[in-house]
């Protein structure tokens, strides 16, 4: 009877239940609900799931299931491509927007002057040239290859020189071009390949690919998920465009940021894009979050405005993981602005909205944000422009990408 | 042919632009118009992810003449561009100006035609006459 009734609950409710995995807590959201817990190191991720959520998640059929995580810690990548404004730029859009985290990026013409990572390397990516140009890449290229500590190469540059990399680079996998011969980008291939590689990497991860015991659904990467709720955030939120997005976790800290705020010589078909700051989080990268904080010539004068001392960084309190937050989201504003020469800069003073959302929201009140920011812009751009602050309090931005996601499937 | 061609720095003129493309390609070029508001590292990276054998930049609000002085700094970092021909054209300087100076001054920048508020065809005529002479011997 029992049986009966489940099966029947579980066909007529035919929505999704939503579940995202990250480095230190996951949540659990129904169409009528969401829950967060922090995870228990010492249990697998599932046991610890259902030991939590195990009523919730047995409502449900596999294949209404959809999950993401971000607690594999992502795939990293290094790029080598011919310049940095087109090849390596169009090479780390797509990696980002995949929700792939980038180590280091490489102009083929210099790549003698480049030291060899330690660490290894998820995925090497080969870019350059439009297809009818060719002979660019050498073998410096591939002897440089062979002593990378790397577990996947993906060649997506001019078809010349495919199939003399194909035979001396070992393992290649060449995809379409992601330079068109107009010089825009394109994005599927790579962004395909990429994504399954993620996959992948979860399927290999004794922790998490037992999660496929209550799926029947891919699952995704977080940052990958949440870029699908972007174009959505204006009819749920309170934002006015262009805005950043920012998700300060544990161990990493996305930005997802309007086009419009760069000046960009990308065209894509949307609107947002993503860039990661892979040693800026609260808790498995405090020590980096500190070290980083400490050489900020202007952190000491903010820990002053927030009326504590450096003292606090030693310090193992609920105080001090809210101004830790408060440092991240400080910091994470200078790595965007002209003060630091990353990436990616922002024009910060045509942003119109601020949105936050992570377990950071969960810590901080909006005027905890809001000294922070503006002491941001008084210090740092002399100006008392003011973005409008969101705080995303309930995880509605990712519960919108992973419906969004779900609906697109 | 390839050229990569394109407005420098902070200028909008957009009309000139498509007008230097339509011409361009009306001569046969296979033209990468990289448009308005275009960076000089743009430029050379665009000239090296296509192969192109012809840069020419176009400038109408003096905006060339700031950063024409950066152009021999930064094109020896490229490794690859020693036989890309260097063009510029539109009005060079702030106001009218006169050629006899400004001429000299952007060759000595390092580019290899200059064409000062001269008309469009005829830059493009001293373009391929140029071309004939020195990539072609």
Known sequence: ?409 | MKVVTGVIGNDIHVVANRLMDLSLNARGYEVFNLGVNTYLEEFFDAAVETGAEILLISSLNGEAEGWGREVKLLKAKYKSLDNLTMMIGGNLTVGSGNAEDIVPRFKNYGFDLVCHQVDLNTGLDMLEEYMRENKHS
């Not at chain 1, 976790?249 to 078909?269: C, M, P, Q």
Request: glycine share 4%; with cysteine.
């Open chain 1, 1 to 409: 009877m029992s049986s009966t009734s489940e099966t029947n609950t579980k066909s007529q409710n035919n929505e999704n239940l939503l579940i995202d995995i990250g480095s230190t807590y996951f949540k659990v959201s129904t169409p009528d609900s969401i829950e967060q817990h922090f995870r228990d190191f010492n249990k697998l991720i599932l046991d610890d799931l259902m030991h939590k959520c195990g009523n919730t998640i047995e409502r449900f059929d596999a294949k209404d299931i959809r999950i993401c995580s971000s607690a594999n810690g992502g795939l990293s990548a290094l790029i080598i491509g011919l310049t940095q404004s087109y090849s390596l730029k169009y090479a780390t859009n797509i990696a980002y927007n995949s929700g792939i985290n980038i180590i280091d990026s490489i102009v083929f013409q210099n790549i003698e002057d480049y030291s060899i990572p330690s660490d290894l390397i998820d995925v090497v990516i080969v870019v350059g040239a439009i297809d009818s140009h060719g002979n660019v890449f050498d073998n410096r290229l591939s002897d440089y290859i062979a002593k990378l500590n790397y577990s996947n190469v993906v060649y997506v540059g001019n078809a010349k020189d495919a199939s003399i990399l194909e035979s001396s680079v070992n393992r290649l996998v060449v995809l379409p071009n992601i330079i068109d011969n107009r010089l825009h980008i394109v994005e599927a291939p790579l962004k395909e390949y990429l994504t399954n590689l993620y996959q992948q990497d979860i399927e290999g991860k004794e922790d998490i690919k037992h999660l496929y015991d209550i799926t029947g659904n891919q699952i995704f990467s977080t940052p990958f998920v949440v870029n699908k709720a972007l174009p959505l955030l204006q009819t749920s939120f309170s934002i006015t465009d262009p805005f950043i997005l920012l998700d300060i976790g544990g161990a990493t800290t996305d930005v997802h940021y309007s086009k419009d705020l760069v000046t960009d010589n990308i065209v894509t078909e949307h609107g947002h894009d993503r860039i990661v700051f892979k040693k800026l989080g609260v808790f498995k990268s405090r020590q980096s979050l500190i070290f980083t904080a400490e050489k900020n010539e202007y952190a000491y004068e903010l820990l002053m405005h927030l009326k504590v001392t450096e003292k606090i960084y030693e310090e193992q309190s609920e105080r001090a993981t809210k101004i830790l937050m408060q440092l991240a989201i400080f910091l994470v504003l200078c790595e965007m602005s002209h003060y630091r020469n990353s990436n990616v800069t922002l024009k910060l003073l045509s942003m119109n909205s601020i949105v936050f959302t992570g377990g950071i929201t969960k810590v901080l009140k909006k005027e905890d944000i809001q000294t922070v920011v503006t002491f941001f812009y008084r210090k740092l751009l002399n100006s008392d422009h003011k973005p409008a602050t969101v705080i995303d309090i309930n995880y509605d931005i990712w519960t919108l990408g992973a419906r969004q996601h779900a609906t697109c499937q």
